[in-house]
């Protein structure tokens, strides 16, 4: 194994440029997370040092390629089940309970949009708290969510349903039981959940398409935002904005920052969750 | 009216037992840094007849907390290097710990979670008021440590009735203070503010500690008030505390960030992800400062 090593005014540097660039943020705790993932991609550029790698993001010819290798490399295998509790909960105690309250609504739907859902983990997510609260009588009517993504390879995974149990390490055991069905090493969705997601192929930047989603009540688009240019995030933002009913909330990244994109939305801080909402 | 059983709460404490009470050489530095006729001298030589504040006092001084590039080995250099102010603020800070002591395990009012969030606030409080360039000698940590400082002589005195409050919290879904008000009759703002006037605390920290809930009826100190606010607000978006408090806050809409934008404009332009982002490691060095106060020092001038 490698034994480069990150100084701390190197991971600052790293840390900030990668933060102009995508909007995703490495506070001072999750330095040897960077320093993990990153040395790697030393080892394959074979670079000697942290220093020339910074040189190669800031200066270089190459560096928008070698920038998208490292958003590669730094979001890796991050699509799990129940990922980044803190957001979910917001969701389930807070924001869902807070637009069901509203009184002006029209008429009795929930619309929620999984922007970049990867091969179904956040949709099927969303799902099952949305059971759960079914269940609880917190609604009665049927939730409608609409998941899609670019690869149509992912949307395929997605409507199979069926993940290795990697995927679930973070999913709570009554989920688990209640919401799956083990198989050898594979965990397959049921079809109740199943049913509670309607996939799509969408290329985020294809304004037509996009500009049909409408009067959606929560946006999750975490982790995507970081692979478009400058320009391409604040259309895509806008987009998003006006696709949402008034009150309505935007999920991004438990890392990602809307600052430099965006203050059309209201910042709303939940126990270590940012969410973003339409006034 | 809440005044009324204000005065009830304070006879009762009274009747009791003693309220508590800021270790002597803690009253005394507030009252020397106060006097113009006081050499600095004469303090260092006032702290250091305490081996076990002088002591924390140095070791907080060379900790991350204050960053000195230089080691600081006697009370008399820490007292040049950071200053009579900072040195002041640190002694109250650090003698709360020997005043009320951390009890773990508490099922109830768990006291080292309280500190845990009354320090981190201190400490975003700091970080705020770096930021914002408000030069403030360690008072705004001060007033962070101690800003609800009035709910452990609530959980100390009224223990009976503060298990309710918490209670009714949760059960209702209502802020704490509005609990206190409809069980105790009055709030820890209240009791809070009265024992720093007691313990002649100065008066732009028992402003703060009064106000912490209502930073729009601050008036000597309106900024250090608000910015006790917004770190406690800060520190419930981190989930530190003891409250479960899970409501979502609009830094923007509230009268701290108001109050303090129109003083300082650039706030407008603070990038609030990332300063959220960041809190974790400052809250740490919150956990430092409470470990060091809270520490039993072990001195030769002791055995």
């Not at chain 1, 996939?199 to 009067?215: A, C, P, Q, R, W």
């Amino acid at each position: 194994m490698s034994s480069l090593t990150l100084s701390d005014e190197k991971f600052k540097q790293i840390r900030d440029l990668i933060y102009e660039e995508s909007g995703m943020y490495f506070a001072n705790t999750k330095k040897y997370l960077l320093e993990n993932r990153l040395s790697k991609r030393l080892e394959e550029v074979q670079l000697s040092s942290f220093d020339e790698y910074y040189y190669l993001l800031k200066y270089s010819a190459k560096r928008k390629e070698e920038l998208s290798r490292l958003f590669d490399q730094v979001t890796i295998n991050e699509t799990s089940f129940f990922r980044d509790m803190p957001q979910l909960q917001a969701f389930e105690k807070e924001v869902i309970p807070e637009i069901l309250k509203r009184k002006d609504r029209g008429g009795q739907e929930l619309r929620i949009w999984s922007a970049g859902c990867s091969s179904g983990q956040e949709p099927y997510t969303l799902a099952m708290i949305l059971k759960e609260l079914m269940e609880t009588k917190a609604f009665k009517f049927v939730p409608e969510i609409m998941a899609n993504d670019i690869s149509g390879a992912m949307i395929l995974e997605a409507e199979r349903g069926v993940y290795m149990d990697y995927y679930l390490r973070n999913t709570p055991d009554y989920y688990k039981s209640k919401y799956f069905t083990h198989k050898g090493e594979t965990y397959i969705i049921s079809d109740a959940i199943k049913l509670m997601v309607k996939f799509s192929i969408m290329n985020l930047l294809d304004e037509e398409k996009v500009g049909t989603m409408k009067n959606i009540d929560v946006i999750f688009c975490r982790n995507v935002l970081i692979y478009f240019a400058e320009e391409a995030k604040k259309k895509l933002i806008e987009t998003f904005y006006e696709a949402l009913k008034p009150g309505g909330y935007l999920f991004i990244g438990h890392s990602e920052s809307l600052h430099s994109i965006s203050r059309a939305f209201k910042l709303m801080l939940f126990p270590n969750a940012i969410v973003y909402k339409k006034e | 009216m809440g005044n009324d059983r204000l005065e009830e709460v304070k006879d009762r404490i009274q009747r009791i037992g003693n309220l508590p009470t800021l270790p002597k050489v803690a009253t005394e530095v507030i009252s020397m840094v106060g006097d113009p006729d006081v050499s600095m001298k004469e303090i260092a030589s006032v702290i250091s007849k305490d081996p076990s504040l002088s002591a924390k006092i140095l070791k907080v001084a060379n900790s991350a907390f204050y960053g000195l590039s230089q080691r600081v080995a006697s009370i008399q250099l820490a007292l040049v290097i950071l200053g009579l102010s900072r040195i002041k603020n640190l002694v109250i800070g650090i003698s709360v710990f020997s005043t009320f002591p951390i009890k773990p395990g508490q099922p109830t009012f768990d006291r080292e979670k309280f500190w845990e969030h009354s320090a981190g606030c201190g400490q975003i409080a700091k970080i705020l008021a770096d930021l914002l360039k408000c030069e403030m000698d360690g008072e705004e940590f001060v007033a962070g440590l101690l800003h609800d400082i009035g709910k452990i002589v609530l959980d100390q005195f009224f223990h009976d009735q503060f298990v309710k409050v918490i209670d009714l919290t949760f059960e209702k879904d209502i802020p704490m203070i509005e609990a206190e008000e409809e069980v105790v009759g009055t709030t820890h703002a209240e009791i809070g503010s009265w024992l720093a006037e007691e313990w002649k605390l100065p008066l732009s920290l028992v402003e703060a500690i009064t106000h912490h809930h209502s930073p729009q009826e601050a008036v000597l100190n309106p900024i250090l008030t608000s910015i006790v606010r917004l770190s406690d607000l800060f520190c419930k978006a981190k989930g530190i505390g003891f409250s479960g408090d899970t409501k979502g806050i609009a830094i923007s809409d509230r009268i701290a960030w108001k109050t303090l934008k129109s003083a300082k404009p650039d706030l407008e332009d603070l990038d609030v992800e990332r300063f959220v982002f960041d809190l974790d490691a400052e809250i740490e060095k919150a956990k430092d400062f409470i470990r060091i106060s809270s520490e039993r020092v072990q001195t030769k001038e002791k055995v």
